[in-house]
């Protein structure tokens, strides 16, 4: 028998497991987190904030603001009012993804919902511009966000919430390794619509073998000639689970 179904009250009801030597954790600090593709810098307007705004001008239909509640902005000093006031919070803390080659200024993402004494973070305002959509950096930014809360920071939940009808988010979360936990239903109201959120989340005693799958998929040897993948990301997170 585990030890968590060994903790019960007087009366034989279980009480749930004992977090021995638990202790609040740190907030995430603003420092940059460094990898092969990419690196995570603490949003700075004056440096990043032209770059965001000529990258996301690619995306000429505005569709990578729908299921976000900001945006489309109609013009760069509405867009630019915005960063400043996202970079002057603590939460969300925001990040710009910035591609590793080019040092160009690709995406956003941030930590939210941060709760120190229970362990528990968010990752959201994920915003990736056509430039960083389905390249390798866009994946470890994901993960170099997984290894500071969970290796550097010790916390023990990593959630993920999105719009119920956001199908390619909600994809993004299985391939990622993050276990779907429920929808919560009229959540939020953003843009004059209802959203039914869908809540999926990664707990500590995953992360082990869920970096390994990243660690794998991530690894040069792992895309032929061309850039295509040897296997994929969705079947190595999916075994790690079932591992973990």
Not at 105 to 112: T, Y
Not at 216 to 232: H, I, V, Y
Request: aromatic share 12%; proline share 6%; with cysteine.
């Amino acid at each position: 028998m585990t030890e968590q179904h060994q903790y019960r009250n007087a009366l034989g009801q279980p009480i749930g497991a004992a977090v021995p030597n638990w202790t609040p954790r740190l907030r995430p600090p603003r420092t940059p987190m460094t990898g092969r593709y990419c690196r995570l810098e603490p949003l700075d307007v004056a440096r990043h904030a032209a770059q965001l705004y000529a990258v996301n001008s690619e995306d000429t239909a505005g569709t990578n603001w729908t299921y976000l509640p900001i945006g489309p902005f109609r013009d760069f000093e509405s867009y630019r009012a915005w960063l400043d006031r996202m970079a002057a919070g603590e939460d969300p803390l925001f990040h710009v993804i910035v591609d590793a080659e080019t040092g160009e200024a690709q995406g956003v993402a941030s930590f939210l919902r941060i709760d120190p004494n229970m362990g528990t973070i968010e990752v959201g305002h994920i915003n990736y511009s056509p430039r960083l959509k389905r390249r390798r950096a866009a994946t470890e930014a994901m993960y170099l966000m997984m290894r500071r809360v969970f290796d550097e920071l010790g916390y023990r939940r990593y959630e993920w919430k999105c719009d119920s009808l956001n199908a390619p988010s909600r994809a993004a979360a299985l391939r990622l390794g993050f276990s779907f936990e429920g929808i919560f239903r009229k959540a939020v109201v953003y843009k004059g619509r209802n959203r039914d959120t869908a809540w999926y989340s990664i707990i500590d005693s995953e992360w082990p073998s869920l970096r390994g799958a990243f660690e794998r998929w991530l690894d040069p040897a792992n895309f032929d000639a061309t850039g295509l993948q040897r296997s994929s990301l969705s079947a190595r997170t999916e075994a790690a689970l079932q591992t973990a």
